[in-house]
């Protein structure tokens, strides 16, 4: 299994977030910015909602915006983290659906943003794959690298869940 945060040669991606459906945004704590030097990416009031998997002081957003924080490694998860990020997931959803404009986000905005955001496309009736697909194309090839979060997704974090569980 790969992992952002231990591969020194997985590239910051170009933007500090990028729409992956209307309304719904993935997107992490450092981007290379048009100096081609990495930089913070730091929220202010761009969005109704904000979900982080991986908190760093500085980075927003600010006071008054919706804030979920559900910190989770980029590598296995247990019973309880899925669960995290299924809840993360229908909240999402459910912004989604009232209009609002979520932000999901981890420190590149590659895996746990993208097992969330993929997450939540299945549940409005996206396959797997087909969730993977356009979050690649949305955000970057890098998306989703981390093989495992692509193996819960196919099973169905439900599925992963309860395996999890029977070996916790």
């Known amino acids: 299994m790969r992992s952002s945060r231990k591969q020194p040669d997985v590239p910051a991606p170009d933007a500090p977030w990028n729409e992956i459906v209307p309304g719904l945004w993935m997107g992490g704590h450092e981007f290379r910015g048009h100096s081609g030097q990495v930089e913070f990416a730091v929220v202010r009031d761009e969005f109704d909602l904000v979900q982080t998997l991986l908190r760093l002081p500085g980075h927003g957003p600010d006071p008054g915006v919706e804030h979920h924080v559900w910190p989770i490694p980029d590598g296995p998860l247990d019973g309880t983290q899925l669960a995290g990020v299924m809840r993360l997931a229908q909240a999402a959803g459910d912004a989604l659906e009232e209009g609002r404009k979520i932000l999901v986000r981890c420190f590149h905005g590659y895996n746990r943003s993208g097992l969330v955001v993929a997450h939540a496309l299945v549940r409005r009736g996206a396959s797997a794959d087909e969730a993977i697909r356009l979050i690649r194309?949305?955000?970057?090839?890098?998306?989703?690298?981390?093989?495992?979060?692509?193996?819960?997704?196919?099973?169905?974090?439900?599925?992963?869940?309860?395996?999890?569980?029977?070996?916790?």
């Not at 690298?145 to 309860?162: C, I, K, M, Q, S």
């Open 137 to 168: 194309d949305r955000r970057s090839p890098w998306a989703l690298h981390n093989d495992l979060f692509v193996e819960y997704l196919r099973a169905g974090l439900a599925t992963a869940r309860l395996l999890e569980e029977l070996t916790e």
